[in-house]
């Protein structure tokens, strides 16, 4: 695969992909991206249809340029209702609620807006990219979105997710290791043992799938990463955390300003939040709940309707302490700026970093 050929692929100019963040992107950022020659996303999973639709106007109206859209595969989690103890999880958070002025938290009537409306939604809106994670549809599913003119691509944490995702006929693959942010894409096997690093998974998924195009995913925060990234055989990379602290971003004040003041060694992984395993900065809601009297978290996606509340309000108080601040390894690398002077500078950086290797090998031959 050419390292540009992603770029090809999905009808952009550079082989940058801004990850579809669910609720940290917004039209504005998708479209700014896109405008910019790179690959915006909408993060959708927890978008009903309607605003599905919504969103995918609000783009359009913003850029005609190619952008993508993601969704969780993912159960809705009604069914485990009527079985759940939500008792002790109930008791801890409500004196997170009683210090965000919030109402006794509740178990609600439904967990997420996962369903295949959603799917029926984005099928309709013949967008140009869909991609999925958390999970493997059936290849009929993919076939029906690329039937329409999209092309699909499915995340991937190890080698066999990766084959799983191309016996189905995905269009590329997004590898996501383990210095990612925010939630792991992991479905075919135990957490733990996926978590493998972006320099060790891209290659080995590249010699598994067989030519099919592989995205690199997680600690790429600049131009040098894009470039190591595609030494390793990427035909592109994927970049979150680096959009997080752009001025279109969704991410709250409070979100931002710790992202900007992150070292290296601030971020873990836990179920806490969602009840899924996600990477994130450290703060006192992680730590309260790692103690060993606190309740255990309950499964995705119950534990994450369930703190839904306390988040948004701690995000709108200002309160870092109670928010879900979702961030990779490269942390500390992130910038603020506009989303286009992002992709302007990694474009530059990238072009920089191959001209000065390119320059060091002519040397070593004299």
Known sequence: MSRTALADL????????????AGSTTPELVAAVSNAGAL??????????????????????????????????????????????AGPMLSFLKPHHDALSLAAPEVPERFAPFSEAQWAAVLAERVPVFSFTFGAPSADVVAEFQATGTRVLGSATTVAEARQLAALGVDGIVAQGSEAGAHRATFAGSFERSLIGTIALVPQVIDAVDGLPVV??????DGRGIVAAEALGAAGAQLGTAFLTTLESAASATYVEA????????????????????????????????????????????????????????????????????????????????????????????????????????????
């Open 10 to 21: 999905l009808g952009v100019e550079h082989p940058i992909i801004q990850a579809p963040m």
């Open 40 to 85: 915006g996303s909408i993060g959708a999973a927890y978008l009903t249809p309607e605003r599905i639709r919504d969103e995918v106007a609000a783009v359009r109206r913003l850029t005609d340029r190619p952008f993508g859209i993601n969704l969780f595969v993912a159960s809705p989690g009604s069914e485990l209702r009527g079985s759940l103890d």
């Open 216 to 221: 690199a995913s997680g600690g790429i925060m």
């Open 259 to 366: 992202l900007l003041a992150a070292r290296d060694d601030d971020t873990v992984v836990t179920r806490v939040f969602s009840g899924r395993q996600a990477r994130g900065l450290l703060n006192a809601f992680i730590e309260e709940m790692s103690a060993p009297e606190a309740p255990e978290a309950l499964p995705f996606p119950i534990q994450n309707a369930l703190t839904t509340p306390m988040r948004r309000a701690a995000a709108l108080g200002g309160d870092a302490q109670r928010q879900a601040l979702w961030a990779g390894q490269g942390v500390p690398m992130a910038r603020r700026s506009g989303a286009a002077e992002l992709v302007a500078r990694l474009v530059r950086e990238r072009a920089e970093v191959r001209a000065a290797l390119l320059e060091a090998e002519v040397a070593d031959r004299l």
